[in-house]
């Protein structure tokens, strides 16, 4: 079992920024993906940014140039600073974690952190 836990979200003003933390615990394995997606008001659960533990990254092309993600292995910690946000990305950022438990390759997501871009 693998828990995600997620901070970082609020209201933001056009232009602003926030950076999102997600920390994971509990059965870990050192070779995992780490990283956020974005739903707005809708079915529909889009890509934001990943990263693996050896540090490939796989980013959204609505955000490139305006968010980065990062981690720390150490913490098993992956960040999104998130710059020059516009209201498009509004939308609640789940954090999601691929990786194998016991051998069984597992994929979990966070609860979700509200991210609102409004004047």
């Known amino acids: 079992q693998v828990q995600l836990v997620e901070s970082g979200g609020g209201l933001v003003q056009p232009g602003g920024s926030l950076r999102l933390s997600c920390a994971a615990s509990?059965?870990?394995?050192?070779?995992?993906?780490m990283g956020w997606y974005r739903q707005a008001p809708g079915p529909q659960r889009e890509l934001v940014a990943t990263?693996?533990?050896?540090?490939?990254?796989n980013v959204a092309d609505s955000v490139k140039g305006r968010f980065t993600i990062s981690r720390d292995n150490a913490k098993s910690t992956v960040y999104l600073q998130m710059n020059s946000l516009k209201p498009e990305d509004t939308a609640v950022y789940y954090c999601?974690?691929?990786?194998?438990?016991?051998?069984?390759?597992?994929?979990?997501w966070g609860q979700g952190t509200q991210v609102t871009v409004s004047s």
């Open positions: 509990g059965s870990i394995s050192n070779d995992n993906v």
């Open positions: 990263m693996t533990s050896g540090g490939n990254t």
């Open positions: 999601k974690w691929i990786g194998e438990v016991y051998k069984i390759r597992r994929q979990y």
